[in-house]
């Protein structure tokens, strides 16, 4: 999952020092190097499956004398949790085994050449702004099968299948061009977030109303709050999920669906007109236009200081801006406000997504290693470790139990029991068809700002759609819920 | 014997550096032009040539015409903007204190504004742009519309509004590129005889005729090479544009340029090939203002 808290500053910086060396008329071609010496021939490509055997402590057969390379994105993360604890966890498993780890945020940059170079690393972190595209991995037959990994035997009960062990929308997720190719490892939970312990000093309830939600922004306005704000900057993606995510309360998950499916005339639904214009509306008359030339940081640390009451983000945020927050601020999550009246998701519906992708290589030194490393990962042990050094929530199930979760994770979680089965779905266009993504993420900010209708921004993104749908460069993925 | 001794001197002085430069940037680019006519992801071992398909692509490329819209912009302001003010200051800090004593001085303090123009010019391309998402930002806590907030003035999006946004990062270049181009005409001011200067000045010629009559004639050489370098950095921009603006030449694309567009082409849209036939539509740019600008400047050399 990559959202602006991946990148700091710093990161950024190093980035635009590395790419500016490769900017200019041969911008980007190094990388064109790698074509060298690949022959003309179409190589099969199937994707290498490892059978499980029936040995619960080694069902993959790992060789304690090969070693393992892992890559692992360190972003909002870090990448102390694959360090010091599923790293120690392999060593333990196999005594004497050589475990390597490499910590990056050009996990693309650095892995695309090697992958095809041969030299793959076993276990890669495929995260951040410079991911690589996995359906074009999978139709190189780049990525293991993970079907024995969620067939084998779970590290903590060896009666039980790690597929019963976890969430099942990883399985639904796992999927890259109809295999299981992705493991996704951390839940995250994205609406509105806001300053709890602001609304109970002023006395203020939840707006479960679009009608409530305008009179808090006028009570709010007379004290000095923006009722709303995103980050134009870097993160303007927040608004465009948020968009999407009322589109789904209004109309369902099919309107999300559809869209990633590129269905015709899919963006020019009822309701995705309705939530961009609700959304527009709501910015030109609470919002502030400053926020569009602010980052993600900058309008995080103004939340932080009562300038904003809600923001659209997920889960995440408590810990990403766990150092500056002052005492009496105290995260909370906060449905999406009813639209229509009648949106067929009830208030209390809100995003709850799996994310932070994990690939074995096929064609890696040691693809048995790499499953063995995802098992391990999905133990108990592997997972409360993670959600403790991290304070988010992996998709193992129960493996947070016991552990001393911040306030706003607990709230997340209570909402998601309030919202049952109402959960609206995550976009997954934005992994399958970037450049539609990256082309909304733009549209955004114009229409928000109030540059074009919102009509007009429906008929943009429709037009884009349709481009990518006959662009047969494009692998085309489809999802049937 | 001695011929071969001779070039074989000369040869051993020019082997690695050639090999190097083959490898490293000749050799990208010949792969570059292969690349365009390929359909190419960039993970795929079957690459496909689709002939000049990416070509035809790029005319019907609203985002390519912007870029290129954005680049002729830049292409006309910055060269003429930064040459103008480093003409100026170049001329002020070597010969506007007027003739004293013998030959001509500087402005006071002269030594001291050259090294504060030339500061710029030491701050890598990214703390630059640092700086200024602190100087442009959009609220009050920006370094100008803090100022502007003291009169009252409402708050200036300096990189957010589409009309405004390339004009503040062309500002920005100007001001980066300055100090190097004051420096640059200082040597070549130096270089022009005193004698002319006072020959003019006993005539009776003021600053401003001896800045139009002797020393921009005597100058020609190094403006036209400082017109080159700079349209040259008007094709790039990128790390500049990338840190203020947003990877996608925001708002609106009104700030994207080719490299952007290339770059994001190339690694986050996996299109190898048509980022690469944009990449050969750039260096045929680059070349083409290059030539035509030695061609259209050349003219017979003053004998001095």
Request: glycine content about 10%; some cysteine; overall charge neutral.
């Amino acid at each position: 999952m990559t959202h602006p808290g991946d990148i700091t500053r710093r990161q950024l910086l190093r980035r635009i020092g590395i790419t500016a060396l490769a900017a200019g008329p041969g911008a980007g071609l190094l990388a064109a190097c790698a074509t060298a010496g690949t022959g003309g021939e179409p190589s099969a490509a199937p994707s290498t499956s490892l059978p499980a055997s029936a040995d619960p402590k080694n069902p993959f057969g790992v060789d304690a004398q090969k070693p393992l390379e892992v890559v692992i994105f360190s972003g909002g993360y870090g990448d102390a949790y694959a360090k010091d604890l599923h790293e120690e966890l392999y060593r333990k498993a196999f005594a004497g085994v050589t475990v390597k780890h490499t910590a990056t945020q050009e996990i693309g940059t650095q892995l695309r050449p090697r992958l095809i170079g041969g030299d793959a690393p076993d276990v890669i972190n495929n995260s951040g702004p410079k991911s690589m595209d996995l359906a074009a991995l999978a139709a190189e037959g780049h990525l293991a099968d993970l079907a024995s990994l969620f067939d084998a035997p779970s590290v903590d009960d060896p009666a039980k299948k790690v597929r019963d062990t976890i969430t099942p929308a990883v399985l639904e997720n796992a999927k890259v061009t109809g295999k299981d190719l992705v493991l996704n490892y951390t839940v995250s939970h994205r609406a509105l977030w806001y300053n709890a312990k602001l609304f109970a000093a002023k006395g203020w309830t939840l707006p479960a109303t679009w009608e409530e939600f305008t009179a808090l922004g006028e009570t709010a306005k007379k004290e000095g709050i923006l009722l709303f704000a995103y980050p134009g900057q870097k993160g303007p993606y927040y608004q465009f999920w948020n968009v999407l995510y009322t589109a789904a309360k209004i109309g369902g998950n099919q309107v999300i669906i559809d869209i990633d499916n590129l269905v015709d005339n899919a963006w020019n639904a009822e309701p995705m007109k309705r939530a961009v214009t609700v959304w527009a509306d709501i910015q030109a008359k609470y919002g502030d236009k400053a926020y569009f030339g602010l980052d993600h940081t900058q309008t995080q640390i103004k939340q932080l200081q009562n300038k904003v009451l809600f923001y659209p983000v997920g889960s995440w945020i408590e810990n990403e801006m766990a150092k500056d927050k002052p005492d009496d601020f105290e995260y909370a999550i906060a449905p999406i406000p009813e639209v229509t009246g009648s949106d067929r998701m009830p208030y209390g519906a809100i995003q709850v997504g799996v994310g932070e992708n994990f690939v074995v290589a096929a064609k890696g030194k040691n693809p048995q290693g790499g499953l063995e490393y995802l098992r391990l990962m999905l133990s108990k042990e592997g997972a409360r470790g993670f959600t403790e050094k991290t304070k988010n929530v992996t998709v193992v199930n129960g493996a947070a139990e016991g552990v001393d979760l911040p306030a706003g994770l607990m709230s997340a979680a209570r909402a998601q029991d309030r919202a049952g089965r109402n959960v609206i779905t995550e976009a997954r266009f934005e992994g399958w068809y970037k450049e539609l993504f990256d082309y909304g993420t733009e549209q955004i900010n114009v229409v928000m700002a109030g540059r074009i209708t919102p009509e007009e921004f429906c008929a943009n993104l429709q037009k884009k759609a349709d481009a990518v749908k006959k662009d047969d460069a494009v692998t085309k993925q489809t999802r049937s819920s | 014997m001695e011929r071969l001794r001779r070039y074989g001197f000369v040869a051993g002085f020019l082997a690695v550096p050639l090999v190097l430069y083959t490898v490293f940037v000749i050799s990208p680019y010949v792969q570059a032009f292969q690349l365009a006519l390929t359909s190419w992801n960039g993970y795929s071992s079957i690459v496909r040539y689709v002939g000049l398909d990416n070509f035809g692509r790029l005319f019907q490329d609203e985002v390519f015409w912007r870029a290129l819209r954005n680049h002729g912009i830049l292409l006309l302001v910055l060269p003429l903007v930064t040459i103008l003010i480093a003409l100026v200051f170049a001329f002020l800090l070597n010969l506007g204190g007027g003739t004293r004593g013998a030959g001509m001085k500087g402005v006071w303090g002269s030594n001291f504004y050259r090294t504060v123009f030339f500061f710029p010019q030491v701050l890598a391309v990214a703390v630059v742009g640092v700086l200024f998402q602190a100087v442009y930002r959009p609220d009050e806590d920006g370094v100008i519309n803090g100022v502007l907030a003291r009169f009252g003035v409402d708050p200036v999006g300096w990189l957010i509004e589409p009309d405004l946004a390339l004009w503040s990062i062309i500002a920005v270049m100007v001001w980066q590129a300055v100090g190097f181009y004051v420096v640059l005409f200082s040597a070549g001011m130096a270089a022009i005889p005193k004698d002319y200067f006072e020959a003019a000045a006993l005539d009776g010629a003021n600053r401003l005729r001896l800045f139009f009559s002797i020393t921009l004639p005597l100058l020609r050489d190094t403006v036209q090479v400082g017109w080159i370098y700079l349209g040259i950095a008007a094709f790039d921009g990128f790390a500049l544009i990338q840190v203020l603006a947003g990877d996608k030449g925001e708002p609106d694309g009104a700030t994207t340029i080719l490299p952007i567009t290339i770059y994001n082409t190339a690694f986050s849209y996996q299109k190898v090939g048509y980022a690469s036939a944009m990449g050969v539509a750039l260096f045929f740019l680059t070349v083409t203002f290059a030539v035509l600008t030695l061609r259209t400047t050349r003219r017979e050399r003053v004998e001095l």
